[in-house]
């Protein structure tokens, strides 16, 4: 048998939907918490909505393993919940000689990595397949994918409440005093609740929210480039 109290996750984002979803799907009781009034209101939600195949990961990588794994898992999820999965595949284009060779290095990532279907193609398959892409060389990796990651977010939540957990919406996690090992205590939505642990996915508000907590490490936000 559970304890009574809960689970917490901040952020409604995929990330923390996707861990409150595990959870309620084993039986764990679990509140979400986001101060905004939609679920995926900020990464989420400005993306571009691509699956990327897996053609850039070293292979054997952490990175490489699960996008394979996410790629496979989100399409069956998609389809079984009638969810938008349009495959239409990409072009990686070489400009020139030394991209070239680059290119070919991410063919032989792709290989490894199991990307399905990865073609070469020379200057003529490129201008026949888009005439206004010029470059030496290109590959097409025709599983990439665009789907609608608000959507997805959205079905995430509607199966953390059909697992007896709860998506708290307009609820900001303003304090968080950690009591036990098991026992952690929140304010949120000027309200204070007792919970067994607590899981922080709030992205760019992660910094926030541990200073929220009081004493302990000050993380800070580094912003990059995801090339």
Sequence with gaps: MHQERPFG?????????????HLSGHGVP??????ETQVAAHQ????????HAGIYYAPGSAKAVLCRRGVDLLKVYCAERGLPWDERGKLVVARDDAETVRLRELLRRSEVNGVPGVRWLDRAA????EP???GHAALLPPTTAITDFPAIARSF???VTDGG???SLGCQVT???????DHVEVTAGGATIQLRGLVICAGLQSDLVARAAGDGPDPQIVPFRGE
Excluded at 30 to 35: E, L, M, P, S, T
Excluded at 44 to 51: F, K, Q
């Design 9 to 21: 996750v901040v952020g409604a984002g995929i990330v923390g939907l996707a861990v409150a979803r």
């Design 30 to 35: 679990v509140r979400v918490f986001d101060k």
């Design 44 to 51: 989420t939600g400005h993306n571009s909505g691509v699956v």
């Design 126 to 129: 490129i201008a026949e397949l």
């Design 132 to 134: 206004a892409v010029a």
């Design 157 to 159: 939540a509607r199966d």
């Design 165 to 167: 957990g709860q998506v």
């Design 175 to 181: 304090a968080v005093r950690p009591l036990t090992d």
